[in-house]
């Protein structure tokens, strides 16, 4: 399986701060990667897909680079309603892999 | 609107076989997309299954490959997980979803005596 290594595992942040979040592959991935976004007792929400594509409906703020094995996942200003784990996932192999998640929380 | 809805029993005995069916309504399975399961032991991350494409062509974790069941029903738009001979460490949310975009809400299955 490709390994997906999220960093940081925990980030504290406020209100109005620029987020960034890593994502590492073990092996090149392409662009075959999504973000989403998981709040306490739902179900995760797709945030990103093809590594930069904006899902329908996020707000703007959120956006997503990378290629190969190193991607990131921005917020440009942090709203209250941001505050989630958020998670990486690789499909361009047949063997779909999650990242370990990271959580942001009220600094 | 896509909606996917899991559906099945919420406690299974050790060696016993978890069953799971997902009803999927404002999209047609055959249609397209990938179809599959995930799971979210309680307070960790998240770990696929397997998937179907709408074509028919599955896919299974190699770790559960042994224990685990994809089956489609296009006739009644669902799909379903059958995991074999579980144990405490099956215990989690099982999420069906169309990838990547879809997911059901989630259910509880807990395996335990």
């Known amino acids: 399986d490709i390994q997906m290594t999220q960093s940081p595992s925990t980030l504290s942040a406020s209100v109005g701060d620029r987020v960034t979040i890593t994502c590492r592959a073990s092996?090149?991935?392409?662009?075959?990667l999504a973000w989403y976004q998981q709040k306490p007792g739902k179900a995760p929400k797709l945030l990103i897909y093809?590594?930069?594509s904006l899902e329908n409906g996020v707000p703007s703020r959120f956006s997503g680079s990378g290629s190969g094995t190193e991607f990131t996942l921005t917020i440009s200003s942090l709203q209250p309603d941001d505050f989630a784990t958020y998670y990486c996932?690789?499909?361009?192999?047949?063997?779909?892999?999650f990242g370990q998640g990271t959580k942001v929380e009220v600094k | 609107q896509v909606q996917l809805q899991e559906s099945g029993p919420g406690l299974v005995k050790p060696s016993e076989t978890l069953s799971l069916t997902c009803v999927v309504s404002?999209?047609?399975?055959?249609?397209?997309?990938?179809w599959g399961w995930i799971r979210q032991p309680p307070g960790k991350g998240l770990e696929w299954i397997g998937y179907?494409?709408?074509?028919?062509?599955?896919y299974y974790k190699p770790s559960l490959k042994s224990r685990v069941t994809i089956s489609v029903d296009t006739s009644k738009n669902q799909f379903s997980l059958k995991l074999t001979s579980v144990t405490a460490t099956d215990t989690a949310v099982y999420y069906c979803?169309?990838?990547?975009?879809?997911w059901g809400q989630g259910t509880l299955v807990t395996v335990s005596s």
């Open positions: 996932q690789q499909y361009n192999s047949y063997s779909w892999t």
């Open positions: 179907v494409f709408h074509t028919g062509t599955k």
């Open positions: 092996q090149s991935i392409s662009s075959g």
């Open positions: 979803a169309r990838a990547p975009d879809q």
């Open positions: 093809k590594a930069s």
């Open positions: 404002g999209y047609s399975i055959s249609s397209g997309y990938y």
